[in-house]
């Protein structure tokens, strides 16, 4: 078993020298205009049917979102405009390096969090996804001393006890 786990962090360590030397370059504005644009027309669109309005009110739940993400339409409509002219008259733009290593390993830790609300949720019991997570990140960063992972667990289910029967917080 020691075998296998130690191949498997050797195999883990390749990839992440052979990533760490690949680097993603691209233009932050143009990107973030892009992007940004694309987030308040999916927030437009979804609105009607997250936000009730009636027909008897003159200025509804919906007004001040639309204006706000209209407005936002504008200014990332100009942010693109101006980075495609910075593009087309080959004026220096402003770039931001995203080396993938180090991109990776933060999804390696988002993936772990969102992991344990998932069982949180499945299960009904914050202290499932707690132990998961606590685990997830002991795994993760290879602690290697056993008392680690017996005291990290123990507070994440001494904390569920105490919200669960002191407190009597259902969660």
């Known amino acids: 078993m020691k075998d296998r786990v130690s191949q498997f962090w050797t195999r883990m360590d390749r990839w992440g020298e052979r990533l760490s030397q690949k680097e993603l370059r691209i233009p932050v504005d143009l990107t973030v205009g892009v992007v940004f644009f694309l987030f308040a027309l999916a927030i437009l669109l979804v609105m009607p049917q ?27 409509a100009a942010l693109v405009v101006k980075e495609l002219y910075k593009l ?16 990776l390993k ?37 602690c ?10 123990a507070i994440a289910v001494a904390i569920w006890a105490v919200f669960r029967f002191v407190l009597n917080v259902d969660f």
């Open 144 to 153: 290697k001393k056993p008392a680690y992972y017996v005291i990290t667990l």
């Open 88 to 103: 087309a008259t080959k004026q220096p733009m402003s770039w931001k390096v995203i080396n993938l290593h180090t991109e």
């Open 106 to 142: 933060a999804l390696v830790v988002l993936a772990i969090l969102v992991a344990s609300y998932l069982l949180s949720r499945a299960t009904d019991l914050f202290v499932v996804g707690a132990i998961f997570c606590c685990l997830g990140f002991l795994v993760y960063f290879r």
């Open 50 to 76: 997250q936000v009730a309005i009636s027909e008897k009110d003159t200025v509804d739940g919906r007004a001040f979102p639309t204006l706000l993400m209209v407005v936002m339409m504008l200014c990332c």
